[in-house]
Nanobody
Framework: QVHLVESEGGLVQPGGSLRLSCTVF????????MGWYRQAPGNERRLVAS???????EYEDSVKGRFTVSRDNVQNTVSLQMNSLKPEDTAVYYC????????WGQGTQVTVSS
C-alpha cells in the first residue's frame, strides 16, 4: 500500500521561505508525475507544481519564479522549495502522485502571516 509522508509546514512571515518534502513508501516504481496541491479554506484543491520522471516541471501561474519543485527518483521523494512567500500562499499543502488511483499525502498546513 502506498503511503506518503510529508514534512511539517509551519508559520512563516511574508517574504520568507519554507521547504516541504514528501517521502513515498510502498511503491516499487517512480511515478510518472509527482507534485504538490494546495487547498485554502473555502477553495478547491488546486495544483501548485508538478514534475515528471524526466524532470519536466509545471507551475501554477501565481507561484512561478517563487516556488521550485524537485524530485529524487532514487529516494522516491518530491520537494517544494517556496520562496518569497505571500499571505495568499496560506493553505494546506498535499503531496500527490499520479498513480492509479492517485495517491495523496496527509496534508500539511502552511501559514504566511506577520
Amino acid at each position: 500500500q502506498v503511503h506518503l509522508v510529508e514534512s511539517e509546514g509551519g508559520l512563516v512571515q511574508p517574504g520568507g521561505s519554507l521547504r516541504l518534502s514528501c517521502t513515498v513508501f510502498g511503491l516499487v516504481y517512480n511515478p510518472f508525475i509527482m507534485g504538490w496541491y494546495r487547498q485554502a479554506p473555502g477553495n478547491e484543491r488546486r495544483l501548485v507544481a508538478s514534475i515528471t520522471r524526466g524532470g519536466f516541471t509545471e507551475y501554477e501561474d501565481s507561484v512561478k519564479g517563487r516556488f521550485t519543485v524537485s524530485r529524487d527518483n532514487v529516494q522516491n521523494t518530491v520537494s517544494l522549495q517556496m520562496n518569497s512567500l505571500k499571505p495568499e500562499d496560506t493553505a494546506v499543502y498535499y503531496c500527490h502522485l499520479l498513480t492509479s488511483p492517485p495517491s495523496w499525502g496527509q496534508g500539511t498546513q502552511v501559514t504566511v502571516s506577520s
